[in-house]
């Protein structure tokens, strides 16, 4: 299968702990993005990397998110001390830039659940 | 902020009805994409539209992008059960070489056979 991939598919875990999340870009895609999406809402931008670098970061992230993507290929998305309100679809998803079609293909997603 | 505002939120028709939702930014933008998410699905990638009025067909479903750059809409002709799953408008504000991609809420469309 050669699209993106994320791990776990779900999580369950009391407030307080800290989860992560990887993600596994398709292969020749340098872009990869995070976003986080709860029910009846769109996606809601968090970060995205260029590589290893990762140029931007939603001001609405609090400190407690932390992403790495430190090879520029697999990323990781970590959440410390983790709150109900945390409780969500995490969607990975990778692009090539500049090109005419810059489409983003996500990746089934990581459900967290915070009990 | 950037926002990019969709409605409407939900669409209820027969089939053979056509059905629009419609994107707003308050902010011009360098391009907008559209995605379709089927229930428990992600969103997948429909279109992108880049130039000022550009407009898009795909089979029944028709993409526009405003003079203004700051609108868009998609419409659907003659809608069938296959159509059914929430349509996302997502905007870039800015500059093109960013790759912050901003969505709407969605219109989520239910088709009645």
């Known amino acids: 299968d050669t699209g993106v991939s994320q791990d776990p598919r779900h999580k369950i875990t009391k407030r307080g702990q800290n989860v992560t999340f990887r993600c596994d870009p398709i292969?020749?895609?340098?872009?990869l993005y995070w976003y986080r999406q709860t029910l009846g809402q769109g996606p809601e931008f968090l970060t995205y990397?260029?590589?290893?670098?990762?140029?931007?970061k939603s001001r609405l992230l609090s400190n407690r998110f932390s992403a790495e993507r430190p090879k520029g290929s697999f990323s990781t998305l970590e959440i410390q001390r983790t709150e109900q309100g945390d409780s969500a679809m995490y969607l990975c998803a990778s692009s090539l830039p500049f090109s005419t079609n810059e489409k983003l293909f996500f990746g089934s997603g990581t459900q967290l659940s915070v009990l | 902020g950037q926002q990019v505002m969709q409605i409407p939120q939900y669409q209820h028709v027969q089939e053979g009805e056509d059905f629009t939702t419609y994107c707003n930014s308050s902010?011009?933008?360098?391009?907008i994409q559209w995605y379709k998410q089927r229930p428990g699905g992600h969103p997948v990638f429909l279109i992108q539209?880049?130039?000022?009025?550009e407009v898009k067909k795909q089979k029944r479903l028709t993409f526009q992008f405003g003079e203004a750059k700051k609108n868009s809409s998609l419409h659907i002709t003659a809608t069938q059960t296959t159509d059914v799953g929430t349509y996302f408008c997502a905007g870039k504000h800015g500059s093109s070489n960013t790759g912050k991609l901003i969505f709407g809420q969605g219109t989520t469309l239910q088709v009645k056979p």
């Open positions: 990397f260029q590589n290893e670098a990762q140029l931007e």
């Open positions: 539209l880049v130039k000022s009025g």
């Open positions: 292969s020749e895609h340098n872009r």
């Open positions: 902010t011009t933008l360098s391009n």
